[in-house]
């Protein structure tokens, strides 16, 4: 990977972060009185009214929470897609997380492949990469598509930062943009119904959707172990 002069890293690295403190600001002070209550059956369904009443306006605050939950990993996915359910429906938020992960993907890989490993040292921690870097397993390029695989389909795992590391490691970018976006199906999909069942008023569909995300998560987990060791007795 190429090395960068460490002032240019530093310099991208504070505009990255001003940035996200701006954006960050702004779509709280739009969206923060919105929020106030989602813990109601009402505050529920003026939330879906106020963005969707917006227009192009709303969708644009919902992809840039979508854009920031992944360009800043700290933050978790699953609530802006449950939001996204809310408001636009199953497939409509579907679409619109579905589009957000790509951006931020397409951003964060390419920018990991520009300017190389120091550039994710500040946002993971130099320890962190270069463990990851220096895998046996995280050099094997089948492998490394396989492990993303399950990491993506499965909801709840860190996908974020998996997307910071992904730019280091011998994948190609169209096979791992691919996976970065569509093997969030499950994930995503779980959430977008649950939001829409929920500003239904189908408190028990939210429930049972969630039951069986977990157990879905299991088989996935099983899976994965069974084929880790298929490939220790090869």
């Known amino acids: 990977m190429n090395s960068k002069n460490p002032k240019t890293l530093k310099i991208i690295h ?6 996200t403190i701006v954006l960050l600001i702004i779509v709280t002070l739009k969206l923060f009185p919105m929020f106030a209550n989602l813990g109601t059956p009402e505050g529920q369904a003026q939330f879906q009214q106020d963005i969707t009443s917006q227009g192009l306006e709303g969708i644009f605050y919902l992809l840039g929470l979508q854009l920031l939950q992944i360009l800043v990993p700290i933050l978790p996915g699953e609530p802006i897609e449950f939001l996204a359910g809310m ?19 397409c951003i964060i890989f390419f920018a990991v492949r520009a300017f190389g490993k120091n550039f994710i040292d500040t946002f993971l921690g130099e320890d962190k990469v270069e463990k990851i870097e220096n895998s046996k397993f995280f050099a094997n390029g089948k492998k490394i598509e396989f492990f993303f695989l399950i990491v993506f389909l499965i909801p709840g795992t860190p996908k974020d930062l998996f997307t910071y590391v992904a730019g280091l490691l011998p994948i190609r970018a169209s096979r ?5 976006t569509f093997a969030r199906f499950p994930s995503i999909i779980t959430s977008t119904f649950a939001g829409a069942n929920l500003v239904s008023g189908n408190l028990h569909i939210t ?28």
């Open 14 to 19: 504070l505009l990255v972060l001003i940035l």
């Open 87 to 105: 408001c636009y429906g199953t497939f409509g938020g579907l679409l619109l997380i579905f589009l957000g992960s790509f951006l931020s993907s």
């Open 176 to 180: 791992f943009l691919l996976i970065a």
């Open 207 to 234: 429930i049972i959707t969630y039951a069986l995300t977990l157990i879905f998560c299991g088989i996935c987990l099983l899976f994965y172990k069974k084929h880790n060791k298929e490939e220790e007795t090869l």
